[in-house]
């Protein structure tokens, strides 16, 4: 009888020690999920090789949603669904029409006030025609990034001859975010003009840029980096960089390896794991001669 106490008592302790263990995992590898497609800036290339990172060295699990069948693909991201299960969304979009099933998967993550990290053209994400039952889709970056209600109206560039030099803005300087971020790196991309309204003042800007070589007279400085909470509560890490030759740059990614972990509410990295090889090729856009 007691041969049989004790053969339950083990049979409770591993049990306890599995679920314990699944419990810890679960704790330690949050989803996150990335969904691409902007035409321009080669997304659907750069961040799988950012998913596979944070994936192999930095404990988090990870599902890469692209356009079908391909970046200039307007109206179909596969497999939305995987947002429901997420712990953070990363977006790098450019002008979608996303069906209005699609954009519902989008909106209930978004509205559950769960955390966001976006990429450069996703200030402009969706582009509807006027009069289209979710146009004012077009303006959600201001109330879930931050950022400008897309691309006009004074949401502009400096020409796509320069580049930007980017320094840390000194009242955020010891900020955990800009661990190993050196104080000032050069960026191919060329400078996105966000301000006066944007970010709201209400963010943490991070990193300011300047344009180098500008096609435009009279550049002016713009924060390119920043830190906010959205209508819904949810913690925003937005950057307006994302050229593929940004991320060679080993203080962005150190940025936005860092910006993955704020947002999840985790520490910074104690320790890099060593600089990611990313030769992506920037393509441009094959649809139209606009590029912004």
Known sequence: ????????????VVLSLVYSSLY???????????????????????????????????????????????????????????LKDADLAVFFLRWRRLPA?????????????????????????FNYPKGHGLEKWNAFAADYLGAPPGWGNGHTHYGHKSSTDVTI?????????LTGVEKSFHVRSWLYHVVPNYPP??????LIGRAVDSEKKDPVDNPVAWTWKNKAGGRVF????????????????????NGFHWALGKPVPRKWAGKIKIDVKYHGIRKTAVSK
């Open 1 to 12: 009888m007691k041969m049989k106490h004790l053969s339950a008592l083990c049979t409770a």
């Open 24 to 82: 810890v995992k679960a704790v330690k590898d949050p989803r996150v999920v990335f969904v691409t497609g902007d035409h321009e800036y080669s997304s659907e290339e750069t961040m799988p090789l950012i998913a596979a990172e944070i994936e192999r060295h930095y404990g988090m699990q990870v599902t890469v949603l692209r356009s079908h069948p391909d970046e200039n693909a307007e109206e179909n991201i596969p497999g939305l669904e995987a």
């Open 101 to 125: 099933d699609q954009v519902d998967l989008i909106r209930r993550y978004l509205d559950s006030g769960k955390p966001v990290v976006a990429f450069r053209t996703t200030t402009h994400a």
């Open 169 to 177: 803005i000194p009242a955020a300087a010891s900020d955990p975010l």
């Open 201 to 206: 003042a209400d963010a943490k800007q991070l």
């Open 238 to 257: 937005m950057t307006t960089l994302g050229h593929p030759e940004d991320f060679q740059v080993e203080s962005f990614q150190r940025l936005i390896i």
